[in-house]
Each structure stands twice: as structure tokens, then as C-alpha cells.
């Protein structure tokens, strides 16, 4: 079973339309992360969580909100849906240790592929 | 502030050895990430270095000058299956207590026969 789900794998919504994206890891990780990937873009940090009780935004917060339900989960949620929000979704997670080790990769999610109309 | 720049494509043949390279400007390095990402996939973890010098995993490879702001993925005995995207992500020392990465666009590479 993969460490690191997120569902939908695909979704078509229309602009105006609230849409959740939710994310579940087993990894036991404390630091979960919600990107975005647009082509020729990279990866944009949009939030991100060091535990339960904590919430950051990250490079492009604004349109989207986040709930940390639990350890594992982590879900991002888009209030009302428009065109440029059509992208490639992704969840990451990472164990939060020391700095300056190997062990503080991220690992990500499938991804989820959003199409807003 | 911070940039990442890599070369958006690159083509080489099976067999051949490529590297693909990453240049970076940051306030207060803190280690650099390489991720291999196919098409429509997750990225998947390839290497990581925070000091100077080459880090060698099987038939890739990773080097970090801190200096010069570089580091380098190179690819040996190239596969078709190597053909994907190279995400070069470095962390800051203001960042290194969140675990934050700045992404670079990512290099796509097509390996062909």
C-alpha cells in the first residue's frame, strides 16, 4: 500500500463550485505539505503543517484553505473554484528532524488532477 | 530572496552519461534535494547533499559546490526509462526548522535510442 493517498486522482468541477482534495499518509510523519504544479512552473508550496495544531501558508495561499484533521490527514479545499486553478495537486510529507539531514525529504502523494471549467 | 535555475530540456542517447545542472541563490543554504519526477507522476526522492562534494548512488551521481551556488545530477549508462523531469529544491536556514524546499522548474529529459 502506498505511504502517502490522495483522493480524488481526478476531478472536473465547474468555477463557483466547492471542491475538497484530501490527503492520508501512514508514514507517521509530523510535516505535511500541499503543492500545486503547473507546466514549466515547478512545484508551489501552497500550505503547510507541522502538526495538528498548526497551520502556515506558503507561496500561494490565497483561493485555497486547509484542515489538518489528524496526524495523517491533511486536506486542502478550494471555496469557489475558478479556471486557473486547474493544475496538478499534490501532498507531501516529512518526518521533521534535525537540520541539515537526508532524512527531511519530502514524500509525495500521486497527486490529484483538477480541472476547473 | 530566492532563485532556482535549471535548464528546462535536455536530450541525450541511451547508454550516455548527462548532467543536468542547477544553480541557486539563497539566503543561508541549508541542503539541496534532486527528484526524479515521470510524466504525470509523484516525485520520487533521488539524492541529497548539505556539504561540498559528490554524493554517488549507483549510476547517479550528485555534487553541491556551497561557494558557487551549484550542484549537479549526472546520469551514467543512460535508460530509456531515465526520461523524465529533474527537480533541483534547496532548503534555507530559515526554512530548516519547517522543512520548507524551493523548487526549481525542473529539467525534462528525453533519453533516446
Known amino acids: 500500500d502506498a505511504d502517502v493517498t490522495q483522493t480524488p486522482r481526478n476531478r472536473i468541477t465547474k468555477t463557483g463550485k466547492r471542491i475538497m482534495l484530501e490527503c492520508s499518509q501512514t508514514?507517521?510523519?509530523?510535516?505535511m505539505y500541499w503543492y500545486r504544479q503547473d507546466p514549466g512552473l515547478g512545484l508551489q508550496l501552497i500550505y503547510y503543517?507541522?502538526?495538528?495544531?498548526?497551520?502556515n501558508k506558503g507561496e500561494i495561499s490565497d483561493g485555497y484553505s486547509v484542515s489538518r484533521q489528524a496526524q495523517a490527514k491533511f486536506s486542502l479545499s478550494l471555496e469557489s473554484a475558478i479556471p486557473n486553478q486547474t493544475a496538478l495537486y499534490f501532498c507531501?510529507?516529512?518526518?521533521?528532524?534535525?537540520?541539515?539531514?537526508?532524512?527531511?525529504?519530502?514524500?509525495f502523494g500521486p497527486g490529484t488532477r483538477l480541472l476547473v471549467l | 530572496g530566492q532563485n532556482i535555475d535549471q535548464p528546462t530540456e535536455m536530450t541525450a542517447t541511451e547508454g550516455a552519461i548527462v548532467q543536468i545542472n542547477c544553480t541557486y541563490q539563497?539566503?543561508?543554504?541549508?541542503?539541496l534535494f534532486w527528484y526524479q519526477q515521470h510524466a504525470g507522476e509523484a516525485p520520487t526522492f533521488l539524492s541529497y547533499n548539505v556539504l561540498d562534494g559528490l554524493e554517488e548512488k549507483g549510476r547517479f551521481s550528485s555534487f553541491l559546490s556551497r561557494s558557487k551556488g551549484y550542484s549537479y545530477l549526472l546520469l551514467k549508462e543512460l535508460q530509456m526509462k531515465d526520461s523524465a523531469s529533474y527537480l533541483c529544491?534547496?532548503?534555507?536556514?530559515?526554512?530548516?526548522?519547517?522543512?520548507?524546499?524551493?523548487f526549481g522548474q525542473g529539467t525534462t529529459l528525453q533519453v533516446k535510442p
Open positions: 503543517s507541522f502538526d495538528v495544531k498548526d497551520i
Open positions: 508514514k507517521g510523519h509530523d510535516r
Open positions: 539563497t539566503s543561508g543554504f541549508n541542503g
Open positions: 529544491a534547496v532548503r534555507d536556514r530559515r526554512s530548516s526548522n519547517t522543512g520548507k524546499l524551493i
Open positions: 507531501a510529507t516529512s518526518e521533521g528532524v534535525a537540520e541539515g539531514s537526508a532524512r527531511e525529504t519530502q514524500y
